[in-house]
């Protein structure tokens, strides 16, 4: 069984960027995709961004494309989301979770494992 250890979130204005680190333990997670997801008060979860196993394929949600980035170190057994240009509605808990395949995709059903997550609040 994986842990999964999310890192990095904090509070930022509007326009800034913040990196979130999602580290696994227990075991490798580099066989697998990864994922980002957010929630935010009254909402529920929503996809974000994820990358399949070797880092060739990612996948984005229109409302981060061109914002956000997903990346590996899989050395590291870690997963990184870099958020660029920061806007109030980014404002969420931010979740990472592995995938049960190597492809990976936008729906939370697909992901066996979640971390507890971290806040991302963005100030106008």
């Known amino acids: 069984q994986v842990q999964l250890v999310e890192s990095g979130g904090g509070l930022v204005q509007a326009g800034g960027s913040l990196r979130l680190s999602c580290a696994a333990s227990?075991?490798?997670?580099?066989?697998?995709?990864m994922g980002w997801f957010r929630q935010a008060p009254g909402q529920e979860r929503e996809f974000v961004a994820a990358?399949?196993?070797?880092?060739?394929?990612?996948y984005y949600a229109d409302s981060v494309k061109d914002r956000f980035t997903i990346s590996r170190d899989n050395a590291k057994n870690t997963v990184y989301l870099q958020l660029n240009s920061l806007k109030p509605e980014d404002t969420a808990v931010y979740y990472c979770?592995?995938?049960?395949?190597?492809?990976?995709?936008?729906?939370?059903?697909?992901?066996?494992?979640w971390g507890q997550g971290t806040q991302v609040s963005v100030s106008s």
């Open positions: 979770a592995e995938h049960q395949n190597r492809v990976g995709g936008t729906n939370p059903y697909g992901y066996n494992y």
């Open positions: 227990g075991r490798t997670s580099s066989s697998y995709a």
């Open positions: 990358i399949s196993w070797r880092g060739g394929t990612t």
